[in-house]
């Protein structure tokens, strides 16, 4: 009896881990779309700053840079531009093959306190893909590397206009 019990088990465990995550289209499905944000560490005003990337299925794409920490005398700085479907394909492929679509992310248990944070949700072949604020430390390399990857869709233009503009407000508010 005991034996059965644990073959039915390991076939209901088996069932749980193949049924965790979709199979990938090799081909940037049409609803591939994402939203990263990053966020400064703890750092006196003005030098934190954050940022959020958000592209849609076709390919509209927006960058807001808050030079400051929220609040409702800090700017926004609103960057639009479009990412080309190469890009787009490119960026897709990049993702799959760094496991964004295969791996369970997990947020870390005892989070790191006063560090810079990023997290990232990802809609790609009618599902929701998310990297939490912290993942664990095995897990950080892929998420910088898939980090590097959206970043790299904006435009060198664009990010050089919005560090230059952080680093005047930062040299204007300094207290």
Not at 1 to 9: A, E, S, T, Y
Not at 46 to 57: D, F, G, Q, R, W
Request: proline share 8%; net charge negative.
């Amino acid at each position: 009896m005991q034996r059965w019990l644990f073959v039915l088990l390991g076939l209901l465990l088996l069932a749980i881990v193949g049924c965790g995550r979709p199979d990938m289209p090799a081909q940037r499905p049409d609803d591939f779309a994402l939203v990263y944000d990053w966020r400064e560490g703890s750092l006196p005003p003005p030098y934190h700053y954050e940022y959020s990337i958000t592209l849609t299925p076709k390919g509209n794409c927006e960058l807001i840079m808050i030079p400051d920490y929220p609040a409702s005398d800090v700017p926004q700085w609103r960057e639009l531009f479009q990412v080309p479907v190469a890009d787009r394909d490119r960026l897709y492929q990049q993702l799959l093959e760094l496991g964004l679509f295969s791996q369970s992310w997990r947020a870390e248990t005892n989070p790191r306190v006063g560090g810079s944070t990023a997290d990232l949700t990802v809609v790609a072949n009618e599902t929701k893909f998310e990297i939490p604020s912290q993942v664990v430390e095995s897990q950080e390399a892929k998420a910088e590397e898939i980090y590097a990857a959206i970043k790299a869709i904006v435009p060198s233009e664009t990010w050089a206009k919005l560090e230059g503009q952080l680093k005047e407000y930062q040299e204007a508010n300094q207290r």
